[in-house]
């Protein structure tokens, strides 16, 4: 598969991830990279995801290894995941009860399958739950075992997650997983990861393991969701409910008819997926992205098919810019408040010669009340970044961005 790095998304302790794109068909997707004499982690986490599939996990794509700057680099291939990752979000903006149950509800659904597949997650964290608009997903399984690797594999995560068990280095199993819900829950919560007050990793991992003491609860939260991590966080592993149990604790069951409609939707691959413009007609996501209108999908996918442009995209990100170049510069721009041209090619321009308000009309119904797109027909085969982050919800706008990109690269 022909494909091009693009912006760094994050940085783990071991590996980058980078969002990237698939030459042929303009699809994003993320990819994990790290010197390949160093992949034995990164190279495990492939055999584990290539082995699982569920939509509360982020799914495998596949592997390659190349040759970047003299390096030979191992790079695991993921689905993209628009909002990044929760402890990101958590310094923008503190999450409310609500928003934590419906991202809990999807996280418990995919640690409940990884359980019945065997597997422990080992590093459940805010910076390994994902946010993409069809709810949470979990991410980063480098650290997972299978339940019958037992005391063969070292014990593994971030100690401020750790369950007291982990930290003595008795045993990591399925409870030790559901300590760390309770402990992201929290973070979630709060913004920081529990055990505020302590200085160093040692010191968590004595805390934790020998003291005796539970985390802190949040002390606004309401009594479900404190009862919710009360069977979290119990000392004893034997104690802690299941994730099968979880899903069925008030905390997440009481709203679970709601969040399912809210999350009723499949992450669009692209702006003309219809689906995706009729579900935001009819309600807000819990990532209240706000009404974008309907989108009549037939006929601007004829139109703009007809476009005919032989692709070969150009496609770059950095830190302020998306820039998409095609042979023919067929591209979708705006200029100003509610003026759209689908390219700046002259003979392209000519097939749209009297349609292209209609073609704007149909196609970008509402588009201001997502972003105001300002670039000008002059810069037209680039989209500055910088204007889709004006408004309020960066991750909407992201989303859109790479959505936007990865229709006018299928064209
Ligand atoms: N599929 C994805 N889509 C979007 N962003 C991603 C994706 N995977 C990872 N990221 C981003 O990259 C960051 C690091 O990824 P990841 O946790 O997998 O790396 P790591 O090196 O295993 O980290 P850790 O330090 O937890 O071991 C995440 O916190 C998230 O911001």
């Given at each position: 598969m022909d494909w091009t790095r693009?912006?760094?998304?994050?940085?783990?302790?071991?590996?980058?991830?980078?969002?990237?794109?698939?030459?042929?068909?303009?699809?994003?997707?993320?990819?994990?990279?790290?010197?390949?004499?160093?992949?034995?982690?990164?190279?495990?986490?492939?055999?584990?995801?290539?082995?699982?599939?569920?939509?509360?996990?982020?799914?495998?794509?596949?592997?390659?290894?190349?040759?970047?700057?003299?390096?030979n680099m191992y790079n695991l291939f993921m689905e993209y995941v628009?909002?990044?990752?929760?402890?990101?979000?958590?310094?923008?903006?503190?999450?409310?009860?609500?928003?934590?149950?419906?991202?809990?509800?999807?996280?418990?659904?995919?640690?409940e399958y990884l359980h019945l597949e065997g597997l422990v997650h080992c590093d459940i964290k805010g910076s390994n739950i994902l946010i993409g608009l069809d709810g949470a997903k979990i991410a980063d399984l480098g650290c997972a075992k299978w339940i019958n690797e037992g005391k063969e594999m070292p014990i593994s995560g971030t100690p401020l997650f750790m369950a007291p068990e982990v930290a003595r280095g008795d045993d990591q199993g399925f409870a030790a997983d559901i300590w760390a819900i309770g402990c992201t829950v929290i973070e979630m919560a709060t913004g920081h990861p529990p055990w505020v007050d302590v200085i160093d990793p040692v010191s968590a991992l004595y805390r934790i393991g020998f003291s005796g003491e539970v985390p802190e609860f949040p002390s606004f939260l309401s009594n479900e969701a404190k009862d919710f991590l009360s069977n979290c966080l119990r000392k004893d592993p034997k104690e802690r409910m299941t994730a099968t149990q979880l899903l069925k604790h008030p905390f997440l069951d009481s709203h679970s008819k709601q969040i399912q409609n809210l999350f009723r939707h499949n992450s669009p691959t692209s702006i003309l997926d219809s689906d995706f413009w009729d579900s935001m007609g009819e309600?807000?996501?819990?990532?209240?992205?706000?009404?974008?209108?309907?989108?009549?999908?037939?006929?601007?996918?004829?139109?703009?098919?007809?476009?005919?442009?032989?692709?070969?995209?150009?496609?770059?990100?950095?830190d302020d810019w998306v820039t998409i170049r095609?042979?023919?510069?067929?591209?979708?721009?705006?200029?100003?408040?509610?003026?759209?041209?689908?390219?700046?090619?002259?003979?392209?321009?000519?097939?749209?010669?009297?349609?292209?308000?209609?073609?704007?009309?149909?196609y970008f119904r509402d588009i201001n009340s997502i972003c105001s797109i300002s670039t000008s027909r002059r810069d037209c085969n680039s989209f500055s970044r910088r204007d889709f982050v004006r408004s309020s919800n960066v991750t909407k706008h992201e989303h859109f961005m790479l959505s936007f990109s990865t229709i006018l690269l299928e064209l």
């Open positions: 693009g912006k760094t998304i994050g940085r783990g302790s071991f590996a980058t991830v980078s969002a990237a794109l698939v030459h042929r068909t303009g699809e994003v997707f993320a990819v994990k990279s790290v010197e390949y004499s160093k992949s034995e982690l990164l190279q495990r986490e492939d055999k584990i995801l290539s082995s699982i599939k569920c939509p509360h996990i982020v799914s495998y794509k596949g592997c390659d290894v190349t040759n970047e700057n003299g390096k628009s909002g990044g990752a929760v402890s990101d979000v958590i310094q923008k903006s503190l999450l409310d009860e609500f928003t934590i149950k419906s991202y809990m509800r999807s996280i418990i659904l995919g640690l309600t807000e996501s819990p990532l209240n992205l706000t009404h974008i209108g309907y989108l009549n999908s037939n006929s601007p996918i004829e139109r703009l098919k007809r476009l005919s442009c032989p692709i070969t995209p150009n496609w770059t990100i950095n095609c042979e023919q510069h067929a591209i979708a721009t705006t200029s100003g408040s509610d003026s759209v041209w689908v390219s700046d090619d002259e003979e392209a321009e000519e097939l749209y010669e009297g349609s292209s308000d209609e073609l704007v009309n149909n």
